[in-house]
């Protein structure tokens, strides 16, 4: 990979992330369209470009983040990231065999656009009714939507569209939804990007080696790491405040049918041998 490429995946990462199309269906559709071998560092920057991600949402959420006072709030994220923790630990090596099948991306792709094609009309009455701030999310509620979230494990399923539906299905309003989700992204994604860096061992370089060990091993891994959050960081912070007010106004119809469109073509190119299965 080189650091054209790295800006690249780094855009993707940033536009996608929190939006309900899937972050990783993108990065690997990108990576193959772009010929990147899977290489042990790809695959580490795939996950630890979400660093940039995370921090666009503290910073957007400073208040929140930092307001020690609301033990609550913590309390929460903890509670809703413990089922991705667990299901991460026990099905890590069938996880990151998905992560590498472009054909499982294509399916999830259009199933997920299809439901969300429906879920408007499902929710109708919680667009601006129900639970509208985080203090009246109840433990339990939180739990429920961190269950909601483990779908998202299965590629191209999009971790903020389950953790939404989630919410709403727990009777949360669109617009508080769509920022529980983003709120619980930050300790999920700083758990998957930690242990990539600092527990995992990566082994297709020869000689075992850690996530922060393999960056550090060349300057290109180093600048690529650095540039790759830095972007995606910028970029995430203007798709997190398109969204919230597109899907106030929206909903998710038109993702829905942007990910049945992206299914599709993907699947064409996978028959045509231009993506490889």
């Given at each position: ?40 560092f790809t ?25 020690f006072k ?208």
């Open positions: 990979m080189n650091l054209f490429q790295a800006i690249i995946i780094a855009i993707v990462e940033g536009l996608t992330e929190y939006l309900p199309i899937s972050s990783t269906g993108h990065m690997i559709i990108a990576s193959s369209l772009m010929d990147i071998h899977k290489e042990e695959k580490l920057f795939e996950v630890a470009i979400q660093l940039g991600a995370i921090m666009a949402v503290v910073v957007l959420y400073w208040r929140k983040f930092f307001d609301r033990w609550q709030f913590y309390l929460k994220l903890i509670l809703a990231v413990i089922p991705a923790l667990t299901l991460g630990l026990l099905f890590s090596d069938k996880i990151d065999a998905l992560l590498e099948s472009p054909t499982t991306v294509a399916i999830t792709l259009l199933v997920g656009g299809i439901v969300l094609l429906f879920i408007d009309k499902a929710f109708a009455g919680q667009t601006d009714k129900g639970i509208d701030t985080e203090e009246k999310i109840s433990n339990g509620k939180a739990f429920m939507i961190g269950l909601w979230q483990c779908i998202a494990m299965i590629p191209g399923i999009s971790r903020s569209a389950a953790s939404i539906i989630g919410g709403m299905q727990q009777k949360l309003t669109r617009k508080l939804a769509a920022e529980f989700s983003f709120f619980l992204a930050v300790p999920t994604m700083c758990a998957a990007s930690g242990y990539s860096l600092f527990l995992k061992d990566w082994e297709g370089t020869g000689t075992p080696m850690k996530g922060y060990e393999l960056i550090l091993s060349s300057s290109n891994n180093l600048y690529a790491f650095i540039v790759g959050n830095v972007v995606a960081f910028v970029v995430a912070m203007l798709a997190i405040k398109f969204f919230i007010g597109f899907l106030q106004k929206r909903g998710f119809r038109l993702f829905g049918w942007y990910r049945i469109i992206a299914g599709i073509i993907l699947l064409i190119l996978i028959y045509t041998h231009v993506i490889a299965e």
